[in-house]
Nanobody, 116 residues
Framework: QVRLVQSGGGLVQTGGSLVLSCTASGSTDSVVTYGWYRQAPGKQREWVATITKDGNTIEADSVRGRFTVSRNNAAYIVYLQMRSLEPEDTAVYYC??????????WGQGTQVTVSS
C-alpha cells in the first residue's frame, strides 16, 4: 500500500504561481512513477505530468513550459510547480503513483482556482 497526502493549491489570479506537494508513505519502494492529473468541472480527468523513479520527467503539451514536476527523494515528496496560470488550469489536481505491477494510488485531490 502507498499513501499519498497532498498539500498546496488554492486561489490565484491569472499569471500567478502555485506549488502542489504530494508526500508518499508506505511501500514507496514499489513505486516506479509519480504523476499529477487534474479534473475540471464537467470534464474527464486528464494527465498533467509524470516523474519516473530515475528522475525523468514529461509534461502534457497544455502545461509544458509552465508546469514543472520534481521530487525530493529523501523525503518522498513530489512537487508540481505551476506558473503563468490561466483560468483553464482551474481544476482539482490529483497526485498519482504507479507500481511496477500496475497498481495505481491517488492522493485526496486539491482545488486550484485561477481567477481571470
Amino acid at each position: 500500500q502507498v499513501r499519498l497526502v497532498q498539500s498546496g493549491g488554492g486561489l490565484v489570479q491569472t499569471g500567478g504561481s502555485l506549488v502542489l506537494s504530494c508526500t508518499a508513505s508506505g511501500s514507496t519502494d514499489s513505486v516506479v512513477t509519480y504523476g499529477w492529473y487534474r479534473q475540471a468541472p464537467g470534464k474527464q480527468r486528464e494527465w498533467v505530468a509524470t516523474i519516473t523513479k530515475d528522475g525523468n520527467t514529461i509534461e502534457a503539451d497544455s502545461v509544458r513550459g509552465r508546469f514543472t514536476v520534481s521530487r525530493n527523494n529523501a523525503a518522498y515528496i513530489v512537487y508540481l510547480q505551476m506558473r503563468s496560470l490561466e483560468p483553464e488550469d482551474t481544476a482539482v489536481y490529483y497526485c498519482h503513483a504507479a507500481t511496477a505491477s500496475g497498481t495505481y494510488y491517488w492522493g485526496q485531490g486539491t482545488q486550484v482556482t485561477v481567477s481571470s
